[in-house]
């Protein structure tokens, strides 16, 4: 299956010269989506992990499949005052400004094995956020998923020495 035929690739969005890679085209096929996630869950199986975290909103809908698929449980991250529990946070720099993303303080425990998982890999800040806050709580993380890669932002240089893998390559 040629994956990157179920991907939607939309001019100018969410600015002027962005091409917004729109995933929403593979997910609406039962197919696609089943064996994409399948096709990752494969390549990750060996790294035997305890626990998939994933960022929002379209971190959910890769990592909370391959969760299912693995069978490991699934670890939401999100943004700052989302979490009902105790969290803890980390701010990360966007294009203008930053943001803050948050754990619930008790997600993973101390030597648990988690990969990182979402929807696409661009700049790299936002799944090294998503590491930075896994290690805060003790977590090993034993590498990264993606449905697609954006290689000509070097974002992998955000993940030296783990596991990454992603299922497209741009
Ligand atoms: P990064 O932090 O690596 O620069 O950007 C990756 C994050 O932005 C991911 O959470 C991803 O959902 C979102 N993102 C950035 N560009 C795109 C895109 O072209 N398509 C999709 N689906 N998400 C994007």
Do not use: C, W
């Not at 064996?35 to 998939?52: F, P, S």
């Not at 993303?101 to 696409?120: E, T």
Request: hydrophobic share 45%.
């Amino acid at each position: 299956m040629n994956f990157k035929d179920y991907i939607r690739v939309i001019p100018d969005f969410p600015q002027p010269g962005i091409r917004f890679k729109d995933i929403t085209t593979l997910l609406k096929d039962a197919e696609a989506y089943r064996k994409a996630v399948e096709t990752i869950a494969d390549k990750v199986r060996h790294l035997n992990v305890d626990l998939i975290a994933g960022p929002e909103a379209r971190g959910f809908v890769v990592g909370a499949p391959l969760a299912l698929m693995l069978g490991v449980g699934f670890v939401p991250i999100r943004k700052s005052g989302k979490l009902p529990g105790e969290t803890v946070e980390t701010s990360y720099d966007l294009e203008y400004g930053s943001d803050k993303l948050a754990i619930h303080k008790d997600a993973i425990k101390p030597g648990q094995r988690v990969l990182v998982a979402d929807d696409l890999l661009a700049t790299g800040g936002t799944i090294a956020t998503t590491v930075k806050l896994v290690r805060m709580l003790g977590g090993e993380v034993a590498g990264a998923a993606f449905l697609i890669e954006l290689g000509y932002l070097n974002g992998r240089e955000k993940l030296e020495g783990l596991d990454v893998y992603s299922l497209m390559t741009y």
